[in-house]
């Protein structure tokens, strides 16, 4: 298929996602709790949630304090955890198993709160199921499967959020407004940091993807958030100080520490560090050059109390050692901002693409880091190809395929193999579509 056919398919695919076996014939269960029924005129947003651990209990919470949406089931593979969070929240039904929430008749919306490995399914069985879908980072590791996932639910007709809670923090938001608001002139440098308290087990790190994958990758998406601009290329290294027992492991699951510059356009470069131990807490930091000044953050601590000693002068308690406490009202305004595009109908802040341009960033560091050079992100854009918009797989560059066979250019050309999703639809109608493509 050449360009022209991918084109073609932003515009007139249609058809369901891809196909899905019937949910199983576990019973759901009901902790008989009363629902309150509403009296506005407006009928409220029914949602369920799929996984009931650390995450889930946070947009599940979240969930039941947003106006106009009501909890009505959860699910969870260890069914006392999704009767205990029902039973907690008030919720009328659990179950064990994700697809009863995803083709329970009643839910208008699922948050795939689930492990990793599940996303993607459960994207595409709720897009089946006509549900719009709150996801957690990853939409899929893989890159072809990733676009299929999205391109399920745009054609489907349903939204598609994806849980980049970083850009719903207070703190960044705050340099996001600075720099949108020119308070330090025009931006030169981005610099963010991640150091987690404590290096993750061996079992965690092992297939996990490498640290640009499963770390690096909330600082990559947040220089594209602070940027406003998409990336061109990336030098990324990394090395191993800490566990030194994750050095037998492939690829960047070796490195408990990475570097990477990413260029924007404009001559705007951003400079990237992580580490998997930092001695004083959890270190997450931004900080932005301009023309006529510089924006920083500072990390965030439990309460503002100082010590004063003779030996010693600063915060009397370390800062947040756990991502939860560090994120928590981050991953709670970013559930109220779904919640408030499903009341309103209103376009979502965080989009399938740009979960797809932080995994393209991460996989671009983690070839930079292996080959020791410069990675432009077209170079992993052009590896996926797609049949249609929801059958995609990763070619290699060989001679079995011509030339224009697949998509190159910048990471906008991504759009050549995305279909536009619901609330692009609504903005732009199909003869404006068709001019701007076809002219």
């Keep these: 298929m050449v360009r022209l056919g991918s084109a073609l398919i932003a515009i007139f695919a249609v058809g369901s996602a891809s196909a899905f076996a019937p949910a199983s014939q576990h019973a759901v ?25 650390r995450i889930g209990i946070v947009h599940l919470g979240a969930i039941n304090k947003a106006p106009g949406v009501v909890p009505i089931i959860v699910s969870n593979p260890t069914v006392s955890k999704a009767e205990d969070a029902a039973k907690k929240f008030g919720v009328a039904k659990f179950t064990s198993d994700a697809m009863e929430v995803i083709t329970d008749p ?81 931006t030169i440098i981005i610099k963010t940091c991640s150091r987690d308290p404590s290096p993750p087990p061996y079992e965690y790190v092992k297939g996990g993807g490498g640290i640009f994958n499963d770390m690096a990758v909330h600082d990559l998406d947040m220089t594209r958030f602070l940027a406003g601009d998409d990336p061109i290329e990336i030098l990324a290294v990394g090395s191993c100080h800490i566990d030194k027992s994750i050095e037998d492991l492939p690829g960047s699951e070796a490195f408990d520490t ?15 560090d ?47 050692d756990f991502f939860l406490s560090r994120y928590f009202e981050a991953y709670v305004t970013e559930t109220e901002a779904f919640c408030e595009s499903l009341v309103n109908d209103s376009a979502v802040p965080c989009t399938g693409i740009d979960g797809l341009v932080a995994l393209v960033m ?44 697949k998509p190159t250019g910048d990471i906008k050309s991504l759009n050549e193999i995305v279909v536009p999703d619901v609330d692009q639809k609504k903005e732009e109608g199909f003869a404006d579509k068709f001019k701007k493509i076809f002219g």
């Design 29 to 53: 269960r009901s902790t008989h709790v009363l629902q309150m029924t509403t009296t506005e005129a407006k009928d409220p947003v029914k949602v369920g949630v799929i996984g009931c651990g």
């Design 362 to 405: 991460s996989l671009a560091a983690d070839k930079s880091a292996a080959e020791g050079r410069w990675v432009k992100f077209s170079e992993i854009i052009e590896q996926v190809y797609c049949v249609n918009p929801t059958e995609c797989s990763l070619i290699a560059n060989d001679a079995m395929f011509p030339e224009g066979f």
């Design 274 to 320: 992580v580490c998997r131990q930092s001695s004083y807490g959890y270190d997450q930091r931004a900080e932005v050059l301009g023309t006529s000044g510089m924006i920083a953050t500072d990390n965030v601590y439990p309460n503002t109390a100082k010590i004063y000693k003779n030996n010693y002068t600063g915060n009397a308690d370390m800062p947040f």
């Design 106 to 186: 009643d839910v208008d919306a699922v948050w795939i709160c689930s492990p990793s490995q599940f996303h993607a399914d459960q994207i595409k069985a709720c897009a089946a199921n006509g549900k719009h879908v709150f996801c957690e980072k990853p939409i899929a590791t893989d890159l072809a499967e990733t676009v299929e996932a999205i391109n399920a639910c745009n054609e489907a007709g349903v939204k598609l959020m994806i849980g980049l809670q970083r850009r719903f923090d207070p703190n960044f938001l705050r340099v996001r407004r600075a720099i949108e608001e020119k308070e330090v002139g025009d």
């Design 258 to 272: 990475a570097s990477c510059i990413v260029r924007y356009p404009n001559g705007v470069s951003a400079m990237v």
